[in-house]
């Protein structure tokens, strides 16, 4: 299934100068770049696209890191994207993460791991809506 997902090089990605690499990376997994754009997000914001982990111990950590300095934001499209996306990423912990990935190359810790990408379909396409309005906008060419 071709399909659409989101993903962003986080706040540390950004300060390390792993925009590119991380791009290419995608890329290089077959994945189409649909919409990109880098934003710097304010703390609602953060804890509306992590509201998922509210109760969790460290949401407040993860809210202070995304929104600490600029990212990356884009929509990807492929093959099983979603998936596709969450592999070429790695484990959640890049001390867990398969040799090659990019929390593995560029990952600091289990906060600071460098990206994010949605985790089925249905999350992709509202963090889509919430990331990329615009892009659903009918002014756009599609
Ligand atoms: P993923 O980003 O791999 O989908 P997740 O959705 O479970 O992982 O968690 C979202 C983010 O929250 C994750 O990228 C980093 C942070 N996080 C997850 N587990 C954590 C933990 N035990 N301690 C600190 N941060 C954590
Ligand atoms: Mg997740």
């Given at each position: 299934?071709?399909?659409?997902?989101?993903?962003?090089?986080?706040?540390?990605?950004?300060?390390?100068?792993?925009?590119?690499?991380?791009?290419?990376?995608?890329?290089?997994?077959?994945?189409k770049?649909?919409?990109?754009?880098?934003?710097?997000?304010?703390?609602?914001?953060?804890?509306?696209?992590?509201?998922?982990?509210?109760?969790?111990?460290?949401?407040?950590?993860?809210?202070?890191?995304?929104?600490?300095s600029?990212?990356?934001?884009?929509?990807?499209?492929?093959?099983?994207?979603?998936?596709?996306?969450?592999?070429?990423?790695?484990?959640?912990?890049?001390?867990?993460?398969?040799?090659?990935?990019?929390?593995?190359?560029?990952?600091?810790?289990?906060?600071?791991?460098?990206?994010?990408?949605?985790?089925?379909?249905?999350?992709?396409?509202?963090?889509?809506?919430?990331?990329?309005?615009?892009?659903?906008?009918?002014?756009?060419?599609d």
């Amino acid at each position: 299934m071709v399909e659409k997902t989101l993903a962003l090089v986080k706040p540390d990605g950004v300060e390390g100068n792993h925009v590119g690499e991380i791009l290419n990376d995608y890329e290089q997994a077959g994945l189409k770049i649909l919409a990109l754009k880098m934003i710097h997000v304010n703390k609602e914001f953060a804890r509306q696209h992590y509201i998922d982990l509210k109760d969790k111990p460290f949401y407040q950590e993860l809210v202070d890191f995304i929104s600490r300095s600029p990212l990356v934001a884009m929509i990807l499209e492929g093959e099983n994207a979603v998936d596709t996306v969450r592999r070429v990423n790695g484990a959640t912990d890049p001390s867990e993460a398969v040799e090659g990935t990019i929390r593995f190359k560029y990952g600091g810790g289990k906060t600071d791991n460098t990206v994010h990408g949605s985790d089925s379909v249905e999350h992709a396409k509202r963090e889509i809506s919430m990331w990329f309005p615009e892009f659903l906008d009918s002014y756009l060419n599609d």
